[in-house]
């Protein structure tokens, strides 16, 4: 049967992807997975062959025909996230009526967008003061909403599927490897969050892995629960500071909350060994289990600048991590 073993932190900066590229290299015949969609840096170490490439597309964004746009300005009117804009230098957000010329024709209200389409190409010919406007949609303010395409007279906006990023499956000396790139301003983490998973998981069902090692984002927020959700365990990496302190707090009570057992590990330790016993205490208190402390190494650097896990050199802390992988007890039986 094949388990899932979860190792995120409270805070970025733990020395989380460390630990985790670690483990792959202790474990042997495991299949990892980069959860941290949003900054992934676990291919910095491991340095995995893609193998295979695939869009990883969410949501949807407003794109506006342009020789099918009658320039209106529906969608600019009802637009709430600023992500309409004119194009051209000389353009304007409104048209603005001169009282000493109006001779109230009623004109402007019948050529209203939502009542008569004809009418306003009438005018648009006929004033010639007035020239054709032409607008566009800023894809990073774009929410998605769908409100311009609902309310655009010459159904002028298409609405297709949002590419959010890639997601790929390579070869690494440690094993298989499912990461994943979510693109600049995307959203939906926690949807490729789940993809990258998902796939781990057939890969593992498919190649008869024992272990999946996943290296999950910091923080609480969704990509976190989309990355420990149903997870046999869940290793906490945490640094003696405050914010450390604080920070796996919050994380634990998520692990309570899904009920998922938690063991924690407190990275350079030796920096302050006051805070460190606190937590410990704390972790215990809340149910957590104490996997081991790792001290403060220089080496973790150097194993870095040759891009390699800090177990592949020669360096104090090696001992530390190897304690803290059979504190997991998840070694193949």
Known sequence: MTKELVVISGKGGTGKTSVTASLAVLAKNSVIAD???????????LSPQVRERHEFRSGHEAVIR???????????????????REKGAEAQ???????SVCEDCDFCVRSCPVKDNEIIRMMQEGCVSIPKRTFEIDPVACEGCGVCVRFCPVHAIDFPERLCGEWMISQTRCGPMVHA?????AEN????????????????????YPLILVDGPPGIGCPVIASLTG???????????????????????????????????????DLNPEITS?????????????????????????AQMEEKAVVEIETPCVDDIQQVWQQLGLEEE
């Open 278 to 302: 606190r937590i410990e205490d704390k972790a215990r208190s809340v149910g957590a289990r104490i996997a081991g402390r790792i001290r403060y190494d220089r080496g973790v650097t150097l």
């Open 189 to 208: 983490s926690g949807k490729l969050v789940y993809t990258v998973r998902r796939e781990a998981q057939r890969l593992a069902k498919e190649g008869g």
């Open 66 to 84: 342009e020789r099918d746009c009658i320039g209106c300005g529906a969608c600019l009117f009802h637009c709430r996230y600023d992500a309409v």
């Open 181 to 185: 790139k979510l693109g600049v301003a």
């Open 231 to 269: 997870a046999d365990l869940v290793l906490v990496v945490t640094e003696p500071t405050l914010s450390g302190e604080h920070d796996l707090e919050r994380v634990l009570a998520l692990t309570r909350h899904f009920n998922i057992p938690a063991a924690v590990c407190v990275n350079k330790w």
């Open 93 to 99: 957000t409104t048209l603005s009526v001169t009282r």
């Open 35 to 45: 959860c941290d969609v949003d900054a992934a840096d676990l291919h910095l170490v």
